[in-house]
């Protein structure tokens, strides 16, 4: 099978193997996304030399430290066909073994690396990085033949420790790729490659499931419908996914029950919460320790960090996005004892029902550029956020979870329903959208006005309230390229 979309990152790994200069790749994304694969269709028989690092916990519980990580890069270097030595006792001399090894095949053409899930290498005070360092200055980096592309899953690892070093890797990344998941069209393409036939409006329902992930997607049996590869997925005898959560965040982090903790607790508010709001409830200090878990949980992308309309930076919210572990803290975790057939038997709960809707909400807000292409606007400078205002004994309360504010002086002030059919506008439901639109004008400049924008599954019912929205945004725009 193919690659699936990609096109950008393809042809820009062509362009960079062609260049006829030293590169150092860093390619990196959240777990499961498709980096590996992405190198290797790339790269198909024209890889040198590739190393893996192990897994910081394996299977059994047992944590691989430094000695299994070396003993294991010896190996690798044993079956691409270095002569039989010894396992080294360092990384300074792993890295010299690899050297000599290179130079001992180096016939002029293009030398490609690949090492994978570069920081599971990274084990405490082993030294690696350091040798890394010295690997790269002192030998490849002179090599105008030898492309080494580095891959993580530890996104903040790969942005502080690499991209963004301060010693002797400043500067030394001459590219790196950030690899998305696939967007809803990727995802129908996806399905299509691999004769699994989904209406489009259950590709959407996987992706507030799965969120775009390839290697999710890819357990999906072409003969059995949405909600029975579900079950098979979460809630079958051997589910293939169950246990995945923690190994998400295991694989990714050193203080992975810290960090699952505060995702956790993100996932009890769809708008997430404030600073302050997370210390008080960990009963934490506000230090740089804590600023550095949220730097690296944005990083990963499993929080986003967002300023509300019309507040301040004090205000800052952290919520939320990864789908996958929204559904997951919602009906897998913790639940010991679930039926086979689960989802297929709930599809019409008011559990799930209501779960949609707020789920199919993050799809839209991680297809924005979906969006405003539909509404035409794609060229306009805009920023998205979400707005709330809390009752009083004199007003209602609101909440607006996306709100597109563009420079041409228009605020998309944006409604997100997901329907089984066309979605009607009733009367309260337009006394509702009258009352938010009044209360978020009063906040607005008086150059600015609002386009009521509605984000539906099929589209609107006319009658005496469809005018209330400016535009209708369909899941067939959402799957744009």
Known sequence: ????????????????????????????????????????????????????????????????????????????????????????????????????????????????????????????????????????????????????????????????????????????????????????????????????????????????????????????EAKNSLPQNIDK???????????????????????????????????????????????????????????????????SDFVMEYVPFGKGKRATCYKLIDPFCFFCQKYVNGKSRLDADFWLKNQASQSVVSWRGVAFEEVCMAHVAQIKKALGVSGVISTQSAWALKGDDETEGTQIDLLINRNDNVLNMCEMKFYADDFTITKAYHQKLMNRERLLMERLPKRTVIHSTLITTCGLTYNEYSDDFTNVVTINDLFAD
């Open 1 to 220: 099978m193919g690659i699936i979309g990609r096109k950008k990152e393809i042809a820009e790994l062509k362009n960079l193997y062609n260049s006829g200069r030293a590169e150092l790749v860093a390619i990196y994304g959240r777990r499961r996304v498709g980096k590996t694969f992405l190198v290797d269709e790339v790269f198909a028989g024209k890889i040198t030399f590739r190393h893996a690092g192990l897994s910081p916990v394996d299977a059994s519980g047992k944590k691989n430290l430094m000695a299994d990580q070396l003993k294991h890069f010896y190996h690798s270097l044993l079956l691409h066909g270095m002569k039989k030595s010894h396992v080294p006792d360092s990384w300074l001399e792993a890295f010299f073994m690899l050297e000599m090894y290179l130079q001992s095949i180096d016939n002029g053409g293009r030398m490609l690396l690949f090492f994978d899930e570069l920081p599971w290498m990274d084990t405490p005070k082993s030294g690696f990085l350091t040798a890394f360092e010295g690997f790269w200055n002192t030998w490849a980096c002179h090599r105008h033949n030898l492309m080494l592309v580095v891959c993580g899953s530890a996104n903040s690892w790969v942005q502080d420790k690499l991209i963004n070093n301060h010693g002797g890797l400043y500067g030394r990344t001459t590219y790196e790729i950030k690899l998305a998941p696939f967007t809803l069209g990727e995802c129908a393409q996806f399905f299509r490659s691999r004769g699994v036939k989904l209406s489009r409006y259950d590709v959407v329902q996987s992706y507030m499931m799965l969120g775009g992930i390839p290697y999710y997607l890819g357990y999906f």
């Open 233 to 299: 997925l979460f809630f079958g005898n051997t589910p293939k996914l169950r246990d995945e959560y923690s190994r998400l965040f295991s694989s990714v982090f050193t203080n992975p029950e810290v960090m699952m903790a505060i995702v956790d607790f993100l996932g009890t508010r769809h708008s997430g919460y404030t600073r302050a709001e997370i210390l008080q409830h960990f009963g934490w200090d506000d230090s740089g320790c804590f600023s550095s878990k949220i730097k690296a949980l944005i990083a």
